[in-house]
T-cell receptor
Framework: AQTVTQSQPEMSVQEAETVTLSCTYD???????LFWYKQPPSRQMILVIR??????QNATENRFSVNFQKAAKSFSLKISDSQLGDAAMYFC?????????FGAGTRLTVKP | DAGITQSPRHKVTETGTPVTLRCHQT?????MYWYRQDPGHGLRLIHY???????DKGEVSDGYSVSRSKTEDFLLTLESATSSQTSVYFC??????????FGPGTRLTVT
């Protein structure tokens, strides 16, 4: 079964600085999708960014970007110009054939 | 926001009682999912549906059943609740192989 590993249970960043959250996954497939979701204290799961495995170009959404290394099975999330509202749990997820697997999450704290 | 609601939002029940959670969507998405979220585990898939009356098991399906009689509704039933089923339950919807959109969650406590 596919597994997703987030090796950083907690991370902190100074406001306006940049932080990178790590994610690795295990799969024998070549075609799949990867996602980062954010879960603030409200508990709502919010999609941050999506990456198709067949695309070599790294996805970007405003201050959020990914570093997708397919051969290394690595999918890290970079948050630039961190804001207080970025404080949340962040989950990495792997999806193939509608079977979504999540990592255990990284709690991000943003210091003013 | 995707039109997904869950009911109830909070529930406390006793061990051995049946419990049904409801997920309702207004987006007409084909796929619907039930997850549970526990500390240290992220979200884990319980069951999912790929159409009316079409369902399949997920990673942690033991002790749960589901039904989908209409496109917009997906029910999760705990036939006889146990303390190990205390969790936060999320419903999600999607089109095939697209990102999933999540409901607000239901906090279930089994005493």
């Amino acid at each position: 079964a596919q597994t997703v590993t987030q090796s950083q249970p907690e991370m902190s960043v100074q406001e306006a600085e940049t932080v990178t959250l790590s994610c690795t996954y295990d799969t024998s497939e070549s075609d799949y999708y990867l996602f980062w979701y954010k879960q603030p204290p409200s508990r709502q799961m919010i999609l941050v960014i999506r990456q198709e495995a067949y695309k070599q170009q790294n996805a970007t959404e405003n201050r959020f970007s990914v570093n997708f290394q397919k051969a290394a099975k690595s999918f890290s999330l970079k948050i630039s110009d961190s804001q207080l509202g970025d404080a949340a749990m962040y989950f990495c997820a792997y999806n193939r054939d509608n079977d979504m697997r999540f990592g255990a999450g990284t709690r991000l704290t943003v210091k003013p | 926001d995707a039109g997904i609601t869950q009911s109830p939002r909070h529930k406390v029940t006793e061990t051995g009682t049946p419990v049904t959670l409801r997920c309702h969507q207004t987006e007409n998405h084909r796929y619907m999912y039930w997850y549970r979220q526990d500390p240290g585990h992220g979200l884990r898939l319980i069951h999912y549906s790929y159409g009316v009356k079409d369902t399949d098991k997920g990673e942690v399906s033991d002790g749960y059943s589901v039904s989908r009689s209409k496109t917009e509704d997906f029910l999760l039933t705990l036939e006889s609740a146990t303390s190990s089923q205390t969790s936060v339950y999320f419903c999600a919807i999607s089109e095939p192989n697209y990102e999933q959109y999540f409901g607000p969650g239901t906090r279930l406590t089994v005493t």
